[in-house]
């Protein structure tokens, strides 16, 4: 309401300087030390995965913006950042086609039709991917192209860390060192765990995301791994669980607003990853267990709602 030249409005009355295009600027800023040392890595492969998912994102988005009459939207940065998490959660090896399916559901399925940004209910780049995953052998039955590449999933013949945690670490394996700082098989953001931990870092310190969510799914994977009788640290370090812990469940839009809602969103992600691991299939995990928590958020919110200050017991 205006009144005598001023805007009259309820409390709290916040002000900052942050806004989307800011965030999702620091979010490109942390992803730098994976993409560069996945280049590194990978090289050619990496690159065209990457070019592809965040050009394919940026695409639809624009695409998206002009059919329904509205302005584009491509300077916020959410798409760019959709597709370079796509193209990290992909491995080096991977038919074309999927990446651009997938990147078409994150964007046009889970971001635009649900609402657009700020109301869309699960994370897109992860929904992305795990269909990618879901449907690949459907994809492939339908064309005989659009499978993965021969190998699995992870496009190489060797085993992966996820891999060797599925038979209890049998056999020669990754060690913590190499899970750590080394490149081996898997998505291209698992070049190394440290590179992505650096990045979250950058982020804490920057404020864009609270620890609160990250820390509480490392400690709960840590802890129940060793709970099931696997190894806690090396669920930590393996696969992508520093990428998801960090860079998708703390998403502003798909996590719970308040600490202790937080709290449990992560102890739940934390459980369902080595669950997951141990008993089910080892790929994607991380991305099933992130979107079920995402679907848990409103009645966290609702449940972990705080009583508004001066509120009383009636």
């Not at 806004?19 to 979010?27: E, W």
């Not at 959660?89 to 997938?102: E, G, H, M, R």
């Not at 990754?174 to 098989?185: K, M």
């Not at 990045?199 to 709970?227: D, E, H, K, N, S």
Request: net charge positive.
């Amino acid at each position: 309401m205006a009144k005598n030249g001023f805007v009259i409005t309820p409390s709290p009355h916040l002000r900052s300087k942050e806004n989307t295009a800011s965030a999702m600027k620091d979010v490109l800023v942390a992803l730098v030390p994976v993409t560069v040392a996945a280049l590194v890595a990978f090289t050619y492969n990496a690159l065209f995965n990457i070019l592809l998912a965040v050009g394919s994102c940026l695409f639809f988005e624009w695409l998206v913006c002009r059919l329904r009459g509205r302005e584009s939207t491509l300077k916020d940065g959410s798409a760019a950042v959709t597709g370079l998490l796509l193209a990290l959660l992909f491995p080096p090896k991977i038919q074309w086609l999927n990446i651009i399916i997938a990147s078409f559901v994150a964007i046009v399925v889970v971001k635009e039709l649900m609402g657009g940004l700020g109301r869309n209910i699960f994370n897109p780049a992860l929904f992305g991917f795990v269909f990618a995953l879901t449907c690949s052998g459907l994809l492939a039955s339908w064309t005989g192209h659009l499978g993965f590449l021969p190998g699995g999933f992870d496009g190489v013949s060797a085993a992966t860390p996820l891999a060797y945690i599925k038979h209890g670490l049998e056999g020669p394996h990754p060690s913590y060192l190499a899970l750590l700082f080394g490149n081996h098989g898997g998505a291209i953001s698992e070049v190394g765990a440290f590179w992505v931990l650096l990045g979250g870092a950058y982020l804490i310190y920057r404020r864009v995301i609270r620890w609160t969510i990250p820390v509480t799914i490392l400690a709960t994977v840590l802890i129940f791994g060793y709970i099931v009788g696997s190894d806690g640290l090396y669920h930590v370090l393996a696969g992508g669980l520093m990428l998801g812990a960090f860079f998708m469940a703390t998403d502003w839009v798909t996590s719970p607003m308040f600490t202790a809602g937080q709290v449990a969103y992560g102890i739940l992600i934390g459980i369902l990853v080595v669950l997951i691991r141990v008993f089910g299939g080892p790929a994607g995990g991380v991305a099933y267990s992130i979107l079920l928590g995402n679907a848990f958020v409103p009645l966290l919110d609702k449940v972990f709602k705080p009583k508004r200050f001066g509120e009383v017991a009636a």
